[in-house]
Every structure is written in structure tokens, then in C-alpha cells.
């Protein structure tokens, strides 16, 4: 069922930094480098927004709210996407979630916990 695992949240301050990774899960053999790949995350309230994508080509793209703070990497090496986030507000505070989509075909992870907190 659940085809992608995210991991790497947690608390951190504001202004602080974490890096969020996604892998396919242990019954999984998705191939990052095939699929786009995306991270949305959705606040409490709120609806799910995209957050960053990388196409299988290596162009990226990000939400204004997060432009020149996150960075979206994928190492096709060790089939894993990466998430950097740096200058972390409590605004960013949310559940994350990986996305691999090729068309209408899309695969999910369950999400990871961000809270952004002094």
C-alpha cells in the first residue's frame, strides 16, 4: 500500500534547519529517477500545497513562501529526495509528504512532522 517513506522531522526552533529524505518503501521498487518528484505539506486547517518538485530532468520548482529557504535535490545514486529547509519559520510547520507522479499515476508516502517552535 504505502509505496514511499518520509523521515528526517522533528522540532527545531525558528531560524533553525532540517533536511527531510524520502526512499521507497521495503515492498517498493520505484526508481525516483523516472518519476517527478514532489513534497507538498499540509498545516492544521489548511489545505495540502505543494512545497517543491523536481522533474526526472532536474528542473525544479518551489512555492514563493519557500523560495530561497528550501532546497528539493534528488540523489538517483541512492534513490532518495531530499527536502533542505533553512531559516525555518512556525509558519512551515506542517506535515510533509513525498509524491512520486508520472501523469495521472501518483504514489504517496504517510508524511513526517515539522514543528517549528521557540
Known amino acids: 500500500q504505502v509505496q514511499l517513506v518520509e523521515s528526517g522531522g522533528g522540532l527545531v526552533q525558528p531560524g533553525g534547519s532540517l533536511r527531510l529524505s524520502c526512499a521507497p518503501s521495503?515492498?517498493?521498487?520505484?526508481?525516483?529517477?523516472?518519476?517527478?518528484m514532489n513534497w507538498y505539506r499540509q498545516a492544521p486547517g489548511k489545505q495540502r500545497e505543494l512545497v517543491a518538485a523536481?522533474?526526472?530532468?532536474?528542473?525544479?520548482n518551489y512555492a514563493d513562501s519557500v523560495k530561497d529557504r528550501f532546497t528539493i535535490s534528488r540523489d538517483n545514486a541512492k534513490n532518495t529526495i531530499y527536502l533542505q529547509m533553512n531559516s525555518l519559520k512556525p509558519e512551515d510547520t506542517a506535515v510533509y509528504y513525498c509524491?512520486?507522479?508520472?501523469?495521472?499515476?501518483?504514489?504517496w508516502g504517510q508524511g513526517t512532522q515539522l514543528t517549528v517552535s521557540s
Open positions: 509524491n512520486a507522479q508520472d501523469g495521472s499515476l501518483g504514489y
Open positions: 523536481i522533474t526526472s530532468g532536474g528542473s525544479t
Open positions: 521495503r515492498i517498493s521498487r520505484i526508481i525516483f529517477s523516472r518519476y517527478t
